[in-house]
């Protein structure tokens, strides 16, 4: 039905940056809100930043003017530009989506990409 593939992760020194990536790829009517969560080792997955159909967005906190999500909609894509890295910013990141399968409301559902690790050395 929907497939979320995540790149971009790797290695980077604190104060570097990295652009992650993550496209939304088979058979659904439209892609509502999308996001990208983190998970530490041993730690649960917490939101990061999310941003609405409508290009709304919000942001975590510990990631406010640092981080800026975007998203293309005609290439069902979703990007996470993350700058001023911190070792605190070392994770899974991974992206979601609130997919419509269909014009019905009870075709919702929500999709997870497998991640992409962000490792920040300090």
């Known amino acids: 039905q929907v497939q979320l593939v995540e790149s971009g992760g790797g290695l980077a020194q604190a104060g570097g940056s990295l652009r992650l990536s993550c496209a939304a790829s088979?058979?659904?009517?439209?892609?509502?809100?999308m996001g990208w969560y983190r998970k530490a080792p041993g730690d649960q997955r917490d939101l990061v930043a999310a941003i609405s159909s409508g290009g709304s967005t919000n942001y975590a906190a510990s990631v406010e003017g640092r981080f800026t999500i975007s998203r293309d909609n005609a290439k069902n894509m979703v990007y996470l530009q993350m700058d001023s890295l911190k070792a605190e910013d070392t994770g899974v990141y991974s992206c979601n989506a609130d997919v419509a399968l269909s014009i019905f409301r009870s075709s919702r559902t929500i999709s997870w990409g497998q991640g992409t690790q962000v490792t920040v050395s300090s």
């Open positions: 088979g058979r659904f009517f439209r892609i509502n809100d």
